[in-house]
Antibody, heavy 125, light 109 residues
Framework: QVQLQESGPGLVKPSGTLSLTCAVS?????????WSWVRQPPGKGLEWIGE???????NYNPSLKSRVTISVDKSKNQFSLKLSSVTAADTAVYYC??????????????????WGQGTLVTVSS | SSELTQDPAVSVALGQTVRITCQGD??????ASWYQQKPGQAPVLVIY???NRPSGIPDRFSGSSSGNTASLTITGAQAEDEADYYC????????????FGGGTKLTVL
């Protein structure tokens, strides 16, 4: 059973950098999966931030791309998120998640089968 | 703004059948995945692929797709199914972006 656990500061000052780590247990981060960060502002919907493969390849949400860096540490079986120049609009519960996916000749699917429990990050002075 | 469109709220009488829909161009290439989220909890995957349920998900949950619309059907809704439901897929335009619908709040009456 794969488990993901987010960790990091729960309070970040405006204009600062939000840093979170997701520790993966019960499975290898070097498996054939992408690993994502997803956030959810209070009372709102889910927003995908970005993803990383164990090779270090990344994809980011275009709306956040200029401020986001996702990295992987295979030796520690974990991946990390950095979001710079934060404002109150970045206040949210941040989740890490494992993606599953498959493409046939005619169609594809992609989804997140394992999620961390989420961590609330508040941006405030 | 989300590029997958969901109705904000849907209600269903206890024991009846309800369909929650998700529309978007990416769904012509990708099957939607569906998540259930209860207050204070992380989302839980309930449907992925053509109509696959992860282990532990009741068989009253099913998925279907036609054109640019994906549907999650709950047959015989239970009180514990009251939750927010989100669809997601990948953007099919080639930019590798993951997209979520805005969510549907399901009320079981």
């Amino acid at each position: 059973q794969v488990q993901l656990q987010e960790s990091g500061p729960g309070l970040v000052k405006p204009s600062g950098t939000l840093s979170l780590t997701c520790a993966v247990s019960g499975g290898s981060i070097s498996s054939s999966n992408w690993w994502s960060w997803v956030r959810q502002p209070p009372g709102k919907g889910l927003e995908w931030i970005g993803e990383i493969y164990h090779s270090g390849s990344t994809n980011y949400n275009p709306s956040l791309k200029s401020r986001v860096t996702i990295s992987v540490d295979k030796s520690k079986n974990q991946f990390s998120l950095k979001l710079s120049s934060v404002t109150a609009a970045d206040t949210a519960v941040y989740y890490c998640a494992r993606e599953i996916g498959y493409c046939s000749s005619t169609s594809c699917y992609a989804g997140f089968d394992y999620w961390g429990q989420g961590t609330l990050v508040t941006v405030s002075s | 703004s989300s590029e997958l469109t969901q109705d904000p709220a849907v209600s269903v009488a206890l024991g009846q059948t309800v369909r929650i829909t998700c529309q978007g161009d990416s769904l012509r290439s990708y099957y939607a995945s569906w998540y259930q989220q209860k207050p204070g909890q992380a989302p839980v995957l309930v449907i992925y692929g053509k109509n696959n349920r992860p282990s532990g998900i009741p068989d009253r949950f099913s998925g279907s797709s036609s054109g640019n619309t994906a549907s999650l059907t709950i047959t015989g809704a239970q009180a514990e199914d009251e939750a927010d439901y989100y669809c997601n897929s990948r953007d099919s335009s080639g930019n590798h972006r993951v997209v979520f619908g805005g969510g549907t709040k399901l009320t079981v009456l």
